[in-house]
């Protein structure tokens, strides 16, 4: 798990499964888009970003890049996205899913704690021009 936010009835997660990088959107059990890496994760240190755009409007599709090192690993549109929030209580979690489990790839095994060391975390928004 690198990272969750919300739970199990609408969230967000990123996490490795077998050396691949997986993006999840669960919006609210009714629809779940799941994007990842095309092929297995390098050994050894990584810088592992995932870049959310707004296509339309807030609500509307997200374009999702994942990328590993600079590269392009993996790429994929969330047809709707959120256009409030998901709860009032919902977490974000760094390393483990510690809320109920955002993915049903992880569920059993929640809270699926990542095995290996996170360094610096960074979030930038930057609005459309």
Known sequence: MLYALAGFSGGLTCYLRDGQLCYELNLFKIERTKIQSSGKL??????????????DKIGGPLDITLKVNGQEVGQ???????????????????????????????FDEAPFVFNGKIGRTHFQYASKK
Do not use: C, W
């Open 76 to 106: 994929g549109r969330v047809p709707r996205g959120m256009s409030l929030h998901f709860t009032n209580n919902a977490t974000f979690d760094i390393g483990a899913d510690l809320d109920s489990p955002v993915s049903l790839d992880y």
């Open 42 to 55: 390098p050994a050894g240190k990584a810088k592992i970003e995932v870049v959310t755009q707004l296509v």
